[in-house]
């Protein structure tokens, strides 16, 4: 598995003085990565409301009045699973993007903000999945998941045996690992569950002895989300896994930002596990 290098986000004082041309460039990335943050938070704020519900599940419809349709990929549907405190609305872009690629079919699981196991929300995508592959004939789904719901994701592929059912997982920012920001967060259950050392986590990092599904994870050197950084990737001796790193955003535009989503194509589009991926992503 080869995993890309990590940008450090604490600098000593003497870097300061050695290399202040590329910190002054640095800082001009974070500004321009805290903007977008910001306005991307804004538009997502006005959205929410749209992805409350669940959305309409139906079987494929041919095209009406000999319209013409997109040519249709081979490939298993693509299951969208959001973040803590989140929900499908924050896949408008992305699902738009994998469409116009004349795609699979693309779905979404919203999963309550009051969840509070994510053993439990796995159970659930677990039985969403099932009913997904029962509505569309298809023995196998890809998975997209951002943040907890890449983790969610995973806990089902890995422990709950989805990995008959998955293919491919990508995750978006996920803290494969645990992560120990915002600490105050810590009463909710299962932000505890996030963090390093956690429950959960350990049983992740157990042995995962023929997996069959693919996993890739991108990971963004100015995701403010994941203390440390390297979190987001994902190190499993059992698992079938490659990093991707990104450049230049932060941890709310991994599932907005148009060259993620072309990244994301690229991982759903490769039919064996030992086709690649691109290694990185610029897009500041």
């Not at 669940?54 to 040519?71: C, I, M, V």
């Not at 709310?252 to 589009?269: F, K, M, Q, S, T």
């Amino acid at each position: 598995m080869k995993v890309t290098g990590v940008l450090p986000t604490l600098f000593l004082p003497v870097c300061r003085r050695l290399w202040p041309g590329r910190l002054a460039g640095l800082s001009m990335t974070l500004l321009r990565a805290t903007a977008l943050e910001a306005a991307i938070l804004a538009g997502h704020l006005l959205l929410y409301p749209t992805g409350l519900v669940q959305e309409r599940r139906s079987a494929a419809l041919p095209a009406a009045g000999g319209a013409a349709r997109l040519p249709v990929r081979p490939g298993p549907p693509v299951v969208l699973v959001h973040g803590f405190i989140d929900n499908r609305s924050v896949f408008v872009l992305l699902r738009r993007a994998l469409a116009q690629h004349g795609g699979q079919r693309v779905e979404s699981l919203n999963y309550s903000p009051l969840t509070c196991d994510i053993r439990i929300a796995a159970e659930l995508l677990a039985r969403h999945i099932e009913e997904i592959c029962e509505r569309t004939g298809s023995s196998r789904v890809d998975i997209v998941g951002h943040s907890l719901g890449g983790l969610i994701a995973r806990y089902y592929t890995q422990c709950l045996g989805g990995d008959l059912r998955v293919r491919t997982l990508v995750t978006l920012g996920t803290p494969h690992s645990g992560t120990r920001v915002a600490p105050l967060a810590d009463a909710h259950p299962i932000v505890r569950q996030m963090r390093p050392g956690s429950a959960v986590i350990e049983e992740l990092a157990r042995p995962a002895p023929g997996c069959r599904t693919r996993f890739v994870s991108f990971w963004s050197d100015l995701d403010s989300l994941m203390d440390p950084l390297e979190t987001a990737c994902l190190e499993h001796p059992d698992l079938d896994a490659h990093n991707v790193r990104v450049s230049g955003i932060g941890h709310l535009a991994l599932p907005v930002h148009p060259a993620v989503a072309a990244g994301i194509r690229e991982a759903l589009d490769a039919p064996h596990p030992g086709d690649q991926v691109a290694d990185g992503l610029t897009v500041a």
